[in-house]
């Protein structure tokens, strides 16, 4: 038996707390002593050296439209916890929130960049990750999860409209929220892991549109769902969260694992607001 397993057995979750401080500790002393700067090529073979397929504008600075998006992507009922959480956002946020559906999302889908077939096949959850990038790079804005919010927006949108910030978002909490299962790049990995406090949450935040950040970030998205597009086709998801056990994609393979390291990329170019961050509890 282990120290680990011993401590665990005598502390319980205690002893997890206690665990996930150190980690955040100890990372912070390492980026303090070893800031971090990105180079090309320094993760190979990754998504991040890639060329942006959708043009960007290379000054982007102008001020960002005050709509928040929320993404509801299957036919069925949305349940009473979500209404909740549109609800609180509308509420609080002193901006507009645009609750996209199946009803209402062909309108917003662009003539020359329509919809991949993949797109049918996906978990719901993995259609909202998808649609998070196609809507920050065609129209910015805000994008919400559907969670319970207290705070208003406005002071946000005003923050990102006096800076050169690419994305605003609330501050990543911590190490635990940047270890994407799945994610194949060790390196970029431990690098997310190590420097996490660069990083803002998946959850909440508000991009300019067209910028370099949303162009490279929703290719990826893309490319990555295009190259699935056989596997999904055999093997499509049959519930809300894509539970059944042939369907082929990672939890976080459209959103975190993708929209983290951007974050880290351009770091620089990122601003933070806690007024953003959602509740996490009893949401579904």
């Not at 180079?39 to 060329?51: N, P, S, V």
């Not at 933070?272 to 959602?278: E, F, S, W």
């Amino acid at each position: 038996m282990t120290i680990k397993t011993i401590a665990y057995k005598l502390l319980g979750d205690y002893y997890t707390r206690l665990a996930f401080f150190r980690r955040n500790v100890v990372s912070r002393l390492y980026a303090a002593t070893h800031p971090f700067h990105y180079k090309q090529g320094m993760y190979a073979d990754c998504f991040l050296d890639k060329e942006s397929i959708y043009p960007y504008d290379t000054d982007a600075v102008g001020k960002v439209d005050r709509v928040i998006y929320v993404f509801w992507t299957g036919d069925n009922e949305i349940t009473p916890n979500r209404l909740k959480g549109i609800k609180s956002l509308e509420k609080v946020s002193g901006i507009r929130v645009q609750l996209i559906t199946p009803k209402n999302l062909p309108q917003y889908i662009k003539a020359d960049d329509p919809l991949p077939e993949a797109y049918q096949y996906l978990s719901f959850v993995h259609r909202s990750d998808f649609l998070r990038g196609y809507f920050m790079y065609h129209y910015g804005g805000g994008y919400a999860d559907i969670k319970t919010y207290f705070k208003s927006w406005v002071p946000a949108f005003d923050k990102i409209d006096r800076s050169n910030a690419f994305v605003l978002g609330y501050p990543e909490v911590g190490w635990k929220g940047t270890f994407h299962d799945g994610m194949e790049n060790e390196v970029l990995l431990n690098d997310l892991g190590q420097y996490w406090h660069l990083l803002i949450g998946n959850g909440a935040f508000i991009c300019r549109a067209h910028t370099r950040f949303v162009a490279e970030w929703y290719t990826a998205s893309r490319t990555y769902l295009l190259a699935q597009t056989d596997l999904l086709r055999a093997h499509p998801a049959k519930d809300a969260f894509g539970t059944n056990v042939d369907y082929p994609l990672f939890w976080e393979c459209l959103q975190g694992s993708i929209f983290h390291p951007f974050c880290l990329k351009y770091h620089d170019r990122l601003l933070k607001d806690k007024a953003l961050m959602p509740s996490f509890k009893d949401y579904r």
